[in-house]
């Protein structure tokens, strides 16, 4: 009381949002680092803080449409089915940084039926964390009508496999809430992005930035 607080005092200190799990392996979230934020911002939390803020200060542009067709006519109407299980799989393979170090003519190891199937293994440790949360949820006492993935990967060729499997599939529903052996739908949702890099240095097109 009777403190002046300057504008520094004013804004709490926001830590790199990027490193906020301190073991990926355990989940473990470095919250002691966000504590003075959660004290400014009423309701912030370090799960979704970063994405709804995100939300809230961007719109798309209707022009966007140009570069992703299904945008506002599939991707988002599903994305905000509210009677729906959403979920993302981020699977990144590394494949964005080897075409920027070819473009750099670095010598980089090409796609491999080694290189190919490394990717795989990593895709399958998402999707496979993507079926556990999955069930989990579906066995609790909330009721879904269908299950969405939206599945985020700088491979193209992986967004096709997944697609191919997991799409268009009937989930079991282990739940006491309806009747047993109920199954409800999946579908397999993605974009058209090729997972190109967006660092200045290589010049990325006004497509690159749109798709990242």
Not at 19 to 40: A, F, H, P, W
Not at 168 to 185: C, F, G, K, Q, Y
């Amino acid at each position: 009381r009777g403190a002046t607080l300057s504008i520094a005092d004013r804004i709490p200190n926001i830590p790199f949002y990027r490193g906020v799990y301190s073991d990926i392996s355990t989940n473990r979230l470095k919250r002691t680092q966000y504590r003075d934020l959660e004290q400014t911002l009423s309701g912030f939390q370090v799960e979704n803080g970063m994405s709804c803020s995100l939300a809230a200060l961007f719109d798309l542009a209707p022009s966007v449409s140009q570069y992703e067709p299904e945008l506002f006519t599939r991707l988002l109407p599903s994305l905000r089915d509210s009677t729906a299980l959403v979920m993302t799989v981020y699977i990144r393979t590394g494949l964005t940084d080897q075409m920027v170090r070819e473009e750099r003519n670095v010598s980089a190891a090409k796609n491999s039926i080694a290189t190919i199937e490394m990717q795989r293994q990593t895709a399958m440790l998402s999707i496979n964390c993507a079926l556990q949360v999955e069930k989990e949820y579906l066995s609790s006492n909330r009721v879904f009508s269908r299950v969405v993935w939206m599945v985020v990967t700088d491979s193209v060729g992986l967004k096709r496999e997944i697609i191919e499997e997991y799409s268009s599939e009937d989930v079991l529903v282990e739940s006491d809430a309806i009747s047993n052996n109920t199954r409800i739908p999946r579908i397999v949702l993605t974009t058209r992005a090729r997972g190109k890099h967006t660092r200045t240095a290589r010049k990325p097109s006004t497509d690159d930035f749109v798709e990242a």
